[in-house]
């Protein structure tokens, strides 16, 4: 296994388990202590929340869970790879349709959280909340779950990379320490 497809794989494995794991912890924690608070905090709150995130370790994370596994995918063309590569196309397939999500579900809901105006001003907050916090709360889960399956399906890719690479140290004629971190 070279070292540049292992960092590809671990690079798309990374950063879908760490949007897995943003969007599960909205699911878990943030998205149920809003649901305590007035209509004013929470539309308050996730306004703030909505333009913090936009930030580039977010983003990095957030594109890599699809620019990272179509780099992937694409380091492990080739019949030798072809066990890993099936893993992948369904880790990316997923990664897709969760990115699709956010894109053309929540940020459109965020979108027009943004567009009410401060909550000072809004006169009718409960109207807002209403608009908003159901449907978003519901995206959410549905892309935090895409995700969550797509990052278990790239540890399967981690796996079976791993055990491809194993049997060809195996049956190398010899094969140096270098050549066990695909430096041969």
Not at 66 to 77: D, E, N, P, R, S
Request: glycine fraction near 6%.
């Amino acid at each position: 296994m070279t070292a540049t497809r292992l960092a590809a794989l671990v690079l798309a494995t990374l950063a879908t388990g760490l949007i897995a794991g943003l969007f599960y912890a909205y699911a878990n924690s943030v998205m149920p202590a809003l649901a305590r608070t007035d209509d004013r905090a929470m539309i308050d709150v996730m306004q703030k929340i909505n333009v913090v995130i936009i930030n580039p370790w977010f983003m990095i994370a957030f594109l890599g869970t699809v620019g990272f596994t179509i780099l992937a995918a694409a380091l492990h063309l080739g019949r030798e790879h072809r066990s890993t590569l099936i893993w992948i196309v369904l880790a990316l397939v997923l990664n897709i349709v969760a990115f699709a999500v956010t894109s053309g579900l929540n940020v459109p809901l965020n979108d027009q959280l943004a567009a009410a105006g401060d909550p000072a001003s809004i006169t009718d907050l409960a109207a807002v909340r209403a608009d908003f916090e159901s449907a978003w709360v519901r995206w959410n889960v549905l892309r935090g779950v895409l995700h969550t399956l797509a990052f278990l399906v790239l540890c399967g890719a981690l796996v079976v990379a791993g055990v491809q690479h194993g049997k060809a140290a195996a049956t190398a004629p010899h094969h140096s320490p270098a050549s066990a971190f695909g430096q041969s």
